[in-house]
């Protein structure tokens, strides 16, 4: 089974701010990974696929890279509904797909 | 894009049974292939199971194998996991989420449906 690893765990970060959230796979998942983002009380949303694909409508502050075992998910200036838990989730060896334990993106 | 509606949760006593259903408004539900993924209170994310467009291909995460099994209607645009031999670890609130391209990518996803296990 591929083990993702986040961090940091937490970020604290004020609007306007950069974000730079790190995604690392215990084997190579190609650039099969994907970003979700999840807020309180509601269901994850699909943010990047394949490692720097934007999905449907998110909006082009998000930018994934990466490629292998280390991935990075940037926020270039925060907005104040970003504040939320990021998860990582691989599709290259599965099943299982797995996630990460998130990072929470909090108001510094 | 089609909303995806999960029912079926609730409480269940350890060893009991429960069968969650998505109803998925997307007219061509039966191109996409699907997956139920659950979180316990406070907790991650964790894929519980997947099914190919035409349910020929069924995949389990090893928690849940050979008590929890999923299905299809396509002709009811509808998705199930029949859950047996409920533990208190399998409480969680449990999410349909439909694959976006390709297997793997959860491209849409319903609100979600709470399962408790307790006694």
């Known amino acids: 089974e591929t083990v993702l690893t986040q961090s940091p765990a937490t970020l604290s970060l004020s609007p306007g701010e950069r974000a730079t959230l790190s995604c690392r796979a215990s084997?190579?998942?190609?650039?099969?990974l994907a970003w979700y983002q999840q807020k309180p009380g509601q269901a994850p949303r699909l943010l990047i696929y394949?490692?720097?694909n934007r999905a449907t409508g998110i909006p082009a502050r998000f930018s994934g890279s990466g490629s292998g075992t280390d991935f990075t998910l940037t926020i270039s200036s925060l907005e104040p509904e970003d504040f939320a838990v990021y998860y990582c989730?691989?599709?290259?060896?599965?099943?299982?797909?797995?996630f990460g334990p998130g990072t929470k993106v909090d108001i510094k | 894009e089609g909303q995806l509606v999960e029912s079926g949760g609730g409480l269940v006593q350890p060893g009991g049974s429960l069968r969650l259903s998505c109803a998925d408004s997307e007219f061509t539900f039966s191109i996409y292939s699907m997956n139920w993924v659950r979180q316990a209170p406070g907790k991650g994310l964790e894929w519980v199971s997947y099914i190919s467009s035409s349910g020929t291909t069924i995949y389990y995460a090893d928690s849940v194998k050979g008590r929890f099994s999923i299905s299809r209607d396509n002709a009811k645009n509808s998705l199930y996991l029949q859950m047996n031999s409920l533990r208190d670890e399998d409480t969680a609130v449990y999410y349909c989420?439909?694959?976006?391209?390709?297997?793997?990518?959860?491209?849409?996803w319903g609100q979600g449906t709470l399962v408790t296990v307790s006694s």
């Open positions: 084997q190579s998942v190609s650039s099969y």
């Open positions: 989420a439909r694959d976006y391209s390709v297997a793997g990518n959860f491209g849409n």
């Open positions: 989730q691989q599709r290259s060896n599965w099943p299982p797909f797995t």
């Open positions: 394949d490692a720097s």
